[in-house]
């Protein structure tokens, strides 16, 4: 089988060079083929992006974009629709997670693009939207317009399905012309929702384009870059630099870096009865997308004294994490990320015997780890796909110093506690760097309207141009109808 | 049994005849399970943090059968554990890992007695690198062990001079690095006299020799016979080099053939080494002598990978006997008909998603 | 079922229904510990059978009432297999089953009663507590309870075995519960009259005919019979299964 990867307006698929990516194993080969453009191709469509997002993307009003996300979106929702089918065949052999758990994940995840989303997500960066149609009133006086760039690049990372769909949605909401470059791990559902998009509204199939190029590429980066307003890119900091380094210095760079993110749960949470729902939520936190997530956790923070011990909640957890594996297995690793658990497992494994503070659950042969420490621990990653530690405090107050090195790389905290405590430790949180709180069992999946690593994801994106009151007062004198 | 009975049946099993070809059939499989079952019996019972390792892994003597069965000491644990059957203080020698990672906390290994490692040493040097004759004329670019008393690697050098040298072999060593012009005068004479040379010495040690050549526009054709000995890969110590680049460069820096390069792949977590029958190809099959297996694993279920699929490498060696002889090592590799071929060290993976991998935490944290 | 690299601890397992299951799991590869009290030499016996068999065993003594002497029972299996993957809880207080001697309600002394309960419910109740450490440091592991099916049909009512077990059997269904979410099953094993056993050796023959009528199958059952269900319930195979109980009598009991 083979599919084909990008959307590229203006090119038929004869005139492009095409790369072939290989996914699956041998019971389900996948062939990918990723265009590799010219630099003068890219050149081209990246002028053929600006002039139609002028001419088309920047005349329609938000309502108009919304209406048309909207239609999209509810296609990819509509499991009978050809790209749903194709994403829920593909995507698990692309990326290797579990079928009915990206099948979920893309329902979930979609949902938050709807209309009554999007308009939440809108007001969010803008108290009136309109601002992006027209000159709008300020409070201060005189009237200011939002602009949103003619060449937005987005640079994606990673195998998270669906990724890409966010920041693209944002980038059409601000009228904004996207070219988007998609990451080898998954090449494939950007180019769908650019199809799809196109197919619902053909008067802006031009206002979007998804290529390829193959990592480290800088020749394809640098042509591309140097035709783009602001660029937004994904990855981790090695990556993120590099492409910095290149991005023209009067071109807006939004970096977007690898995060980590841990659990939270108070004694309130961990009584006989509420305790094995709380492993529960935390365990799915950890299955989804196999902490390959931003917002997946490496440790939960769990307080002592409560009617079940860290320890115990250990277990519970262990136990939700095997019984996860029946209904969401992990996905094949490579030996790489086999070492790396493994790497994780041993250390752990062998502090143990130096510690009765200590202990690691779990047999060679089960696809998950839970390490378990009773005594002072820092924030530190887990060994990613299904690893996770549990850090007994003795109030969760006290986890703040232990995260306190590590403010630019926190994202998601989920927490479990009572309201007081909940608000309590929120504020202490966010200022050790900490921009998404959430329930556990949530923290996978960020509501509609999220700021995205603490940012203004739509207000970052624009340039507002404003009239002061001066000019107004000053026009007013130049009325015809002036006396 | 104890540590005497032990030394006295490796220095048997090391010293015992070995006719067979060159595969890793060698020592018949039983032979071979029959010392490892023992061992790991004896340091079962002699070393209690290895003892705790093997329950927790849910593996006792009792229920090993092969030397397969015998979990695998990850590297690491050499740096977090004392594995020693004897008290520490009674080793006669302690070698010690580098200690480039894990905030320069190094890997310690105790030997009561050098005499297994010196056995196992010398007889896989001999079958390796002297195949053809008993002495060479030897140049050694490594530090002597009185410079380096805790390195394994200067002990195992110290060895080859001592029993594979001629009187005409030395150290090209001096205070700060390499004697340059003691060893380009002595490669002089060699290409003269017409007498083979053999040099020794970590990989990275030939790096600013090769720079140094090139500066000093020199290169030798070394006589017919002689031949090149590297280790250890370049460990950041100095440029890295490809492996194709780094044989190319020696072959045509000293005239000797690429198939004349041999490359000897030890490590400080064991006695016994693992050599090559030259680098015309690379990566080469590495392969060692009768009393040391290997298994090529998947280091999460420590089960063996399909035959010919990459995997990281597990060695059993039966010369490692107060330590523990079966390791996990961090080195990919993939097994052949005769031995495997080492991919280096199996690399990090970068989270497929957005998640911070340890690696890149590490380096952001310090940042 | 292959049981190789399994270890499995079973008590009273040097003779009757114990013996049979440590030969019986042995057969399958496992590493089977075999605790006895008294007879050193039957213990050794099952070891010597279990190694023919294909397995591996040692023999292990220990008073599985004593509540002192099971933790230590425990870390010798531990320190000798490295783990124990799973408990057969077969021993109990000798006890005669000898249907025209009994002992009516009204001779009974509660002490009778105790003696019993200690001999089932007490040594089971020491021994899963003590293998529960090691189970839930790899979150897996099963546990068989050995009760009888005159729980639920006591043709013959020997009151204070049977109120016995079947305390057993309520204990090892909440102990199911607790440990369900550790990933630790719990099931029993409920045999008819097992002939020949220690105690069943002066069962009239008239007794067996008439259970024998009685019984769909048509005999009673030997100690071979009960392996079957007990490895069953040991394996992956009831993978999904915890808090039954299994009746292994022929059918005299149907539930």
């Known amino acids: 089988m083979t599919e084909r990867a990008g959307y590229l307006p203006g090119l038929t698929d004869d005139e492009v060079d095409w790369q072939i990516l290989r996914f699956g194993g041998a019971d389900a080969p996948l062939e990918v083929a990723v265009p590799v453009l010219t630099d003068a191709q890219m050149q081209a469509m990246a002028e053929r992006v600006r002039v139609a997002s002028r001419d088309h993307l920047k005349t329609l009003t938000i309502s108009q974009i919304i ?85 937005l690049t987005h640079i994606w990372a990673g195998n998270v399905p669906g990724i890409p769909v966010w920041s693209l949605v944002s980038g059409l909401l601000v009228k904004a012309g996207n070219i988007g470059k998609v990451p080898s791990a998954e090449p494939l559902f950007a180019g769908w929702f650019a199809q799809v998009l196109s197919e619902v509204a053909p008067e802006i199939a031009d206002c979007f384009a998804v290529v390829w190029w193959k990592g480290g590429d800088t020749a394809r980066e640098e042509a591309l870059l140097k035709e783009s307003d602001v660029v937004l890119a994904y990855g981790g900091n090695g990556s993120l630099s590099a492409i910095r380094d290149r991005v023209p210095v009067t071109t807006r760079y939004l970096a977007y870096g690898h995060k980590v993110s841990f659990g939270a749960i108070s004694r309130a949470a961990l009584d006989t009865q509420k305790a094995a729902d709380t492993a529960h939520q935390a365990a799915y936190d950890v299955v989804r997308y196999d902490q390959q997530g931003c917002y997946s956790p490496h440790v939960f923070f769990v307080e002592r004294n409560g009617r079940i011990s860290p320890q115990d909640f250990a277990q519970y957890l262990a136990h939700e994490l095997e019984t996860f594996e029946k209904k969401y297995p992990r996905r094949a690793l490579s030996i790489g990320e086999a070492r790396d658990m493994a790497t994780w497992r041993h250390g752990e494994e062998i502090k143990s015997f130096a510690s009765k503070n200590r202990g690691l659950i779990g047999n060679a042969d089960s696809a998950w780890s839970v390490a378990f420490v009773d005594d002072t621990e820092d924030l530190s990653p887990s060994g990613l796909n299904r690893t996770i530690k549990i850090v007994a405090v003795d109030a969760l107050a006290d986890i703040v110093p232990r995260i306190a090195p590590y403010k630019a790389l926190l994202q998601t905290v989920g927490i479990a506690a009572p309201p007081a405590e909940l608000y309590a430790l929120s504020t202490a949180l966010g200022i050790a760097g900490v921009t998404r709180i959430s329930a556990i069992g949530h923290m996978t999946a960020p509501e509609a309207g999220w700021h995205h690593d603490g940012r203004f994801n739509l207000l970052d994106l624009v340039s507002i141009t404003e009239i002061e009151r001066s000019a107004e007062a000053a026009a007013d004198t130049l009325a015809p109808y002036a006396d | 049994m104890t540590q005497d009975h032990i030394i006295e049946m490796l220095l048997a099993f090391i010293a015992a005849d070995d006719d067979q070809p060159d595969t890793k059939a060698r020592a018949s499989e039983d032979a071979f399970n029959e010392v490892a079952l023992q061992l790991f019996a004896y340091q079962f019972e002699n070393n209690k943090p290895f003892r705790q390792f093997s329950v927790q892994r849910g593996r006792t003597p009792r229920t090993a059968r092969s030397w397969r069965d015998i979990p695998a000491v990850p590297i690491n644990a050499f740096k977090e554990l004392t594995l020693s059957c004897c008290p520490p203080e009674d080793a006669a020698r302690v070698f010690m890992t580098s200690g480039t990672t894990l905030g320069g906390v190094r890997g310690k290994s105790y030997h009561p007695t050098l005499s297994v490692y010196d056995a196992s040493m010398t007889r896989g040097f001999k079958q390796y690198f002297m195949p053809d004759r008993d002495r060479i004329d030897m140049g050694i670019l490594f530090p002597t062990e009185t410079i380096m008393p805790n390195s394994s690697l200067a002990h195992y050098l110290a060895l080859a001079l001592a029993h594979f040298g001629t009187s005409d072999s030395g150290y090209m060593m001096q205070d700060d690095g390499i004697a340059y012009n003691r060893l380009f005068a002595t490669l002089d004479q060699a290409q003269m006299s017409g007498t083979p040379y053999a040099m020794l010495g970590a990989s990275y040690s030939f790096v600013p020799l090769l720079d140094e050549m090139k500066r000093r526009g020199l290169s030798f054709a070394l006589p017919e016979g002689s031949r090149m000995f590297d280790t250890g890969g370049f460990k950041g110590q100095s440029r890295e080099l490809g492996l194709d680049e780094f044989y190319d460069q020696l072959a045509a820096g000293f005239g000797v053939p690429r198939e004349k390069c041999i490359n000897m792949y030890g490590m400080t977590e064991l006695s016994t080494q693992f050599y090559d029958r030259g680098n015309a190809i690379c990566p080469s099959v590495k392969s060692g002598p009768h009393w040391i297996r290997s298994r090529v694993i998947n280091p999460l279920t420590g089960e063996d990978v399909p035959f ?10 039966l010369a490692h006997f107060n330590i523990v002889s079966t390791i996990l090592t961090e080195d990919a590799g993939v097994e052949t008909e005769d031995g495997f071929r080492l991919l280096g060290r199996a690399d990090g993976a970068e989270a497929k998603g957005c998640s911070m991998a340890v690696e890149e935490f590490l380096k952001a944290a310090q940042a | 079922m292959d049981f190789t690299d399994k270890v499995v601890l079973v008590t009273g397992a040097s003779r009757g229904i114990g013996a049979a299951i440590a030969k019986a799991f042995a057969a399958e590869g496992a590493s089977v510990a075999v605790n006895y009290l008294q007879s050193s030499d039957a213990a050794e016996t099952v070891v010597a059978a279990c190694r023919q068999a294909g397995g591996d065993a040692s023999a292990f003594q220990a008073d599985v009432t004593d509540s002192e002497a099971v933790p230590v029972l425990v870390n010798n299996v531990l320190e000798t297999f490295g783990k124990i993957d799973i408990l057969v809880n077969n021993a109990f207080r000798p006890y005669v089953f000898d249907p025209e001697n009994r002992k009516m309600f009204w001779e009974l002394d509660w002490s009778h009663y105790q003696t019993q309960i200690d001999g089932a419910l007490l040594s089971t109740h020491g021994l899963c507590k003590a293998v529960l450490p090691d189970m839930r440091r790899r979150a897996q592991g099963a546990i068989v309870n050995i009760a009888t099916d005159l729980v639920a049909r006591p043709t013959i009512p020997y009151h204070d075995y049977t109120t016995a077990k079947a305390a057993l059997i309520g204990f090892s269904r909440n102990l199911a519960v607790e440990t369900g979410p550790l990933g630790i099953r719990v099931n029993c094993v409920a045999p008819g009259l097992v002939y020949p056993t220690e105690g069943s050796r002066d069962t009239k023959e008239s007794v067996k005919d008439m259970i024998s009528a009685q019984t769909p199958l048509g005999r009673i059952a030997t100690p071979d019979d009960i392996t079957g269900p007990v490895l069953f319930l040991a394996s992956p195979w009831s993978g999904f299964m915890t808090g039954q109980t299994l009746y292994v009598d022929g059918g005299l009991v149907m539930s």
């Open chain 1, 67 to 151: 209406d048309i996300i909207d239609r999209a979106v509810a296609r990819l929702l509509d499991r009978k629709d050809p790209y749903r089918r194709k994403a829920e065949e593909i995507l698990p052999i692309v990326t290797g997670y579990d079928a009915e758990m990206i099948r979920l994940g893309l329902t979930g995840y979609l949902k938050t693009f709807r209309k009554p989303e999007l308009q939440k997500f809108t007001v969010e960066d803008f108290a009136n939207p309109l601002i992006l149609d027209d000159f709008q009133p300020m409070p201060k006086g005189g009237f200011a317009r939002a602009f949103g760039p003619d060449i």
């Open chain 2, 308 to 317: 010919g699929e990459t995997g990281v490498l597990v060695h059993c060696d």
